[in-house]
């Protein structure tokens, strides 16, 4: 087992500030951001064209008030629907979306909203995507945890009532290795009864090993559908690579993994195309993979260390509950997780609508976990925090405001046999 541990400091020597530079202002010196890199598995899909074909086609002005009429009156959301639901012309008609999205909710999840907690077991990154406050050319405290600070944390976590853990790591295979990772589904399958994944994508086996290890399922973030744009923001790296990473889903399943969850970073791009994009994703691989379980996420961009290069495209609460909105309304039976970024209005407000997961008692940083459960004062190095949150309630006041918001939390729907 390994069991290093590593916090420092990155201070750029002037040979990586001189690359740094480059990467941002000469687009010959990247690498093509559509060719697969040594090692990365290429599997037989045409999940991908389908979703881009029907993006590359989507003009949502041509969407009128009568569409989005015809799409909330119809029972069943047809993709041509669910477009005229993502356009600026269903705006006007959000609160008769909101109240078909309760209906669908409440039909297929009754009043119940799923509890879990991220945990940041690792910040070292190899990537320069220049929105990230993880990636490598910041100069941020990094840390990368040992097993025996890993069980210590998730027994925090576990004591608290947890039984959800979603594990995260910078995308680093030097530093977060694939073994190092199973090592830390095992600690985890101590403690809790779901266990999560959202790390750098992997090949099958790969996956399937983690599954082995005690993975349940594995989030990727697209980060954005518009390769164009994507390449203009992963500059460095394997992250850089867009079609190995859209197909991360599919390799997960074909891995072993329960469930998968995707997610564009919404203003990256145009949040429309994004969230169309994200929504057949999980559309056209539920209809391949008819026995998995899927969900959505979307998250907008938060404010990050060292970051003055993005200025992201504005989606605002309304624009925000419009997609989460259609994506109920389109895919009835997915899952809808709403994260820390937004605020405690927000999140309390999504769950009677449209949202089916929450995350509480977050910490986006490394190995604080216990300072910031118990109050105690750390005796182990901490790792800055990926981005800032804004709904930072504890799990116990999260459990209690659900409650009291006539909502039935739920810590667990699973159990091994």
């Known amino acids: 087992m390994e069991n290093s541990f590593f916090v420092d400091s990155q ?32 599997i037989e899909s045409d999940i991908c064209e389908k979703v881009m074909s029907q993006v590359k086609a989507y003009d949502y002005t041509q969407y009128t008030a009568r569409d989005v009429l015809a799409a909330l009156e119809h029972e069943t959301c047809t993709m041509e629907d669910f477009k005229a639901l993502l356009s600026p012309a269903a705006e006007p008609y959000l609160e008769r ?42 100069d941020i405290r990094r840390m990368k945890l040992n097993m025996e600070q890993i069980d210590k944390e998730m027994k925090v976590i ?20 694939v073994e190092y990772i199973g090592e830390a589904c095992k600690l985890a399958r101590k403690y809790f009864r779901m ?29 954005t559908y518009d390769t164009d744009k994507y390449e203009t923001l992963h500059l460095l790296g394997h992250k850089r690579v867009w079609p190995y990473r859209f197909d991360a889903q599919e390799r997960a399943l074909r891995g072993g993994m329960r469930g998968v969850a995707f997610s564009a970073l919404l203003g990256l791009s145009d949040f429309r195309k994004d969230a169309l994009a994200s929504a057949l994703h999980v559309y056209y691989l539920q209809r391949k993979y008819p026995h998995a379980e899927m969900s959505l996420s979307c998250p907008r961009l ?54 089916t997961k929450i995350s509480a008692g977050v910490s986006t940083g490394i190995g604080d976990h216990e300072s910031k459960y118990t109050g105690k004062e ?40």
């Open 378 to 417: 750390s005796d182990s190095a901490e790792g800055d925090e990926q981005f800032e949150i804004s709904d930072d309630r504890s799990f116990d006041k999260m459990y209690q405001d659900m409650s009291q918001e006539g909502l039935q939390p739920v810590l667990n729907d699973y159990l091994y046999v």
């Open 11 to 42: 201070k750029l020597s002037a040979a990586a500030l001189e690359k740094k530079h480059r990467l941002e202002n000469d687009p010959s010196c990247r690498t093509d951001h559509m060719k697969y890199m040594e090692g990365m598995e290429i």
């Open 195 to 223: 266990v999560g994944l959202e790390i750098y994508p992997v090949n099958t086996d790969e996956y399937r090993y983690l599954h082995e290890c005690g993975a349940d399922y594995v989030t990727v973030f697209q980060e």
């Open 158 to 177: 576990a004591d608290s009532g947890m039984e959800e853990i979603l594990i995260l790591t910078g995308e680093s295979r030097s530093k977060s290795s």
């Open 97 to 138: 979306m909101a109240q078909r999205a309760r209906t669908e909710t409440g039909k297929h999840f009754g009043n119940t909203v799923y509890l879990f907690t991220p945990l940041y077991i690792a910040n070292y990154c190899e990537n320069y995507c220049v929105y990230c406050g993880f990636n490598c050319y910041n």
């Open 302 to 355: 938060r404010p990050i260390i060292n970051n003055d290069k993005i200025n992201p495209l504005d989606v605002h609460e309304t624009q925000l509950c419009q997609v989460l909105c259609a994506y109920r309304i389109f895919l009835p039976f997915v899952g809808i997780t709403v994260s820390s970024r937004e605020s405690e209005s927000f999140r309390n407000g999504i769950v009677k609508i449209a949202a």
